[in-house]
Antibody, heavy 116, light 110 residues
Framework: QVQLLQWGAGLLKPSETLSLTCDVDGGSVSGYYWTWIRQSPGKGLEWIGDINQSGVTDYTPSLKSRITITLDTSRNQVSLKLGSVTAADTALYYC??????????WGQGTLVTVSS | QSALTQPASVSGSPGQSITISCTGTSSDIGGYNYVSWYQRHPGKAPKLIIYDVSDRASGISNRFSGSKSGNTASLTISGLQAEDEADYYCGSYTSSLTWVFGGGTKVTVL
């Protein structure tokens, strides 16, 4: 059974770069899309982008200039980088595997706080 | 793309049925049969329970069912149990080739 284990820095200062990694355990990254989703405090879930096994990415328009999602097939890892963070990027970040048009499974979530 | 609209909270007594609505537009829910539902217990990862409007994910109880009418999707939990107390989120594919989710509904078992 595939499990997604997330890790990365949880406290950032404004203008720094958010960097999170998702280890895919129990399965291969090949054959699927890998997605990052976040939830800001008091708000719903927000799809922020994904990547397929060929490295083709899609990003939400509002973050396109600052976001990079990469896939390391040799390490079975998916990574998220979000540059020039502000307080508005404070959120619980999830990685998830996209199967057709749904997401399963999800990682445990990483709380990222941006504060000076 | 605006978020899908869900009620903030729904409650019911054990054994009752409850329904959570999820309202979107013709550009998301109304345009595709790609609605999914997720359950999230506090501190846990979201868990897929329904995909493609009404298909139950593997291992999910048949007490959970999904449906759609126009721009509104619904999740019904029948025979409510204490373990169903959680947050529930709907999601849909959109005409912008992206995904949109709801704000979440807190289900309380009285």
């Amino acid at each position: 059974q595939v499990q997604l284990l997330q890790w990365g820095a949880g406290l950032l200062k404004p203008s720094e770069t958010l960097s999170l990694t998702c280890d895919v355990d129990g399965g291969s990254v090949s054959g699927y899309y890998w997605t990052w989703i976040r939830q800001s405090p008091g708000k719903g879930l927000e799809w922020i982008g994904d990547i397929n096994q060929s490295g083709v990415t899609d990003y939400t328009p509002s973050l396109k200039s600052r976001i990079t999602i990469t896939l390391d097939t040799s390490r079975n890892q998916v990574s998220l980088k979000l540059g020039s963070v502000t307080a508005a990027d404070t959120a619980l970040y999830y990685c998830a595997r996209r199967v057709a048009k749904w997401f399963d499974p999800w990682g445990q979530g990483t709380l990222v706080t941006v504060s000076s | 793309q605006s978020a899908l609209t869900q009620p903030a909270s729904v409650s019911g007594s054990p054994g009752q049925s409850i329904t959570i609505s999820c309202t979107g537009t013709s550009s998301d829910i109304g345009g595709y049969n790609y609605v999914s539902w997720y359950q999230r217990h506090p501190g846990k990862a979201p868990k897929l329970i329904i995909y493609d409007v009404s298909d139950r994910a593997s291992g999910i109880s048949n007490r959970f069912s999904g449906s759609k009418s126009g721009n509104t999707a619904s999740l019904t939990i029948s025979g409510l149990q204490a373990e169903d107390e959680a947050d529930y989120y709907c999601g849909s594919y959109t005409s912008s080739l992206t995904w949109v989710f709801g704000g979440g509904t807190k289900v309380t078992v009285l």
